[in-house]
């Protein structure tokens, strides 16, 4: 059975902005010990090459004026899509949409699309060039896109971009370097920069995540501001629930690669149906909580080269069953519009599916090595 990557719905039947449909990411792995043994063997390849499998039939609908929060922990795939979705890196299969219509995949056409989609990086300590000032990052974008002479004047353009960023005085901040900003204001002049093209979709891949806590709600504003006014279209990418319910409309949870839940911020945080959500929620800040979030101590993501088979998350799942190690759970909606892909959702496991993984393996184990493949177990 194969997964259905789960989709957050737009709130209305209009096309989305931007739509991805089962896009997937596999990076091969270079080895340069491996080739010089392929070389010696005469170019015999053994299996299949290795590959990264990064990200795997993600889908996903990006409505205008609205967020959706993209949450999971390091090397979840989340920042892998959005690179996909920029067109920064080629997909291995799936589709990209833009106002319904197929973007292809040749690198012809670039520029166009960056115009209408923009990316956010999470450092905002290198996105910029610390040898040119604030002038040159928004000049630049304006005049490679020949946005300088529209109406407003050079001068003009770039001012009204800080403003609209909440940099005032905005002729102050044109003449700073990077070295002379805060952490925040970096990222308010990354985010002035993605705008200075005017686009419809703005990525925003852990744009708050490098920056003191004290600042990052400023950041978290004014991403809501712009989808108010402005009614651009934002991915929210975080590995903090807490920040993604605050922010968003829609969460997609993904774990190592596939998205395992989705649905309405406020049900798939109040309600999470998959154990993965139900993990992170544990390690989100509580105020009413005296130890500290972690996820320290509830094992690690798997290795994206080998994933385990079946559910991915099985090896960490305190509820896994003898089907998870073997059969990828299929989405089932909850609510309207929640999906959860786990089996403790699905109906007609039989008994032998259903038991406990442990057990599974217990018996797998003490059974008679002679014993016939599949046979009945007793
Ligand atoms: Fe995965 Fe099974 Fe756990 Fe569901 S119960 S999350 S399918 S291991």
Same mark, same amino acid.
């Given at each position: ?8 719905? !737009? ?57 959706? *929060? ?19 890196? #080629?997909? $291995? ?59 407003? %004047?050079?001068?003009? *353009? @770039? #001012?009204?971009? =800080?403003?609209?960023?909440?940099? #005032? ?12 900003? %805060? ?11 993605? =705008? ?7 990525? +925003?891949?852990?744009?708050? %995540? ?27 990418? #975080? ?24 649905? /309405? ?7 999470? *149906?998959?154990?993965? $959500? ?13 130890? /500290?979030?972690?996820? +320290?101590?509830?094992?690690? /993501? !798997? ?7 079946? &559910?991915?998350?099985?090896?960490? &799942? !305190?509820?896994? @069953?003898?089907? &998870?190690?073997? %059969?990828?759970? !299929?989405?089932?909606?909850?609510? *309207?519009?929640?999906?959860?892909? &786990? ?5 007609? =496991? ?5 038991? /406990? ?9 003490? +059974? ?11």
């Amino acid at each position: 059975m194969t997964q259905t990557a789960a989709a957050p719905r !737009p709130p209305e039947a209009a096309v989305p902005l931007l739509e991805a449909r089962a896009l997937t990411k596999h990076f091969a792995v270079h080895h340069p010990g491996r080739a010089v043994r392929r070389q010696a063997a005469g170019g015999r390849r053994r299996g299949p090459a290795p590959a990264v499998h990064a990200v795997e039939e993600v889908s996903l609908t990006l409505p205008q004026a609205g967020i959706t *929060a993209v949450v999971g922990e390091s090397g979840s795939g989340k920042s892998t899509l959005a690179r996909m979705l920029a067109r920064l890196i #080629t997909p $291995t299969s799936g589709k990209l949409l833009l106002d319904g219509a197929e973007v292809p995949v040749v690198t012809r056409g670039r520029r166009a699309y960056a115009r209408d989609v923009q990316l956010v990086l999470q450092d905002p300590f290198s996105s910029l060039n610390p040898v040119h000032g604030v002038r040159y990052h928004l000049e630049r974008p304006l005049r490679l896109h020949g946005l300088n002479g529209q109406g407003a %004047s050079l001068e003009e *353009a @770039m #001012t009204g971009l =800080l403003e609209r960023v909440a940099l #005032t005085p905005a002729e102050q901040f044109l003449s700073k370097y990077p070295h002379e900003l %805060s952490g925040g204001q970096r990222q308010r002049v990354a985010i002035a920069r993605a =705008l200075a093209v005017r686009p419809r979709v703005l990525l +925003a891949d852990e744009p708050v %995540s490098m920056l003191d806590v004290s600042i990052r709600l400023g950041v978290l504003n004014l991403l809501g501001d712009l989808r108010e006014r402005d009614g651009l279209a934002i991915l929210y990418i #975080t590995h903090d629930i807490a920040s993604a319910r605050y922010l968003a409309e829609a969460i997609m949870v993904m774990y190592a690669g596939q998205v395992v839940e989705s649905g /309405p911020a406020e049900v798939v945080t109040d309600s999470p *149906a998959h154990p993965y $959500t139900k993990l992170l929620l544990s390690a989100a800040p509580d105020p009413d909580r005296a130890e /500290p979030p972690s996820l +320290a101590g509830s094992g690690a /993501p !798997p290795s994206l080269v080998a994933p385990p088979g079946g &559910c991915r998350f099985h090896p960490r &799942c !305190p509820h896994a @069953m003898a089907v &998870c190690a073997v %059969s990828s759970p !299929p989405g089932t909606e909850l609510a *309207a519009g929640h999906v959860s892909a &786990c089996w403790l959702h699905a109906t007609g =496991l039989d008994a032998a599916q259903a038991q /406990p993984l442990a057990a599974a393996d217990e018996l797998k184990s003490s +059974a008679p090595s002679s014993a016939p493949e599949g046979g009945e177990e007793t």
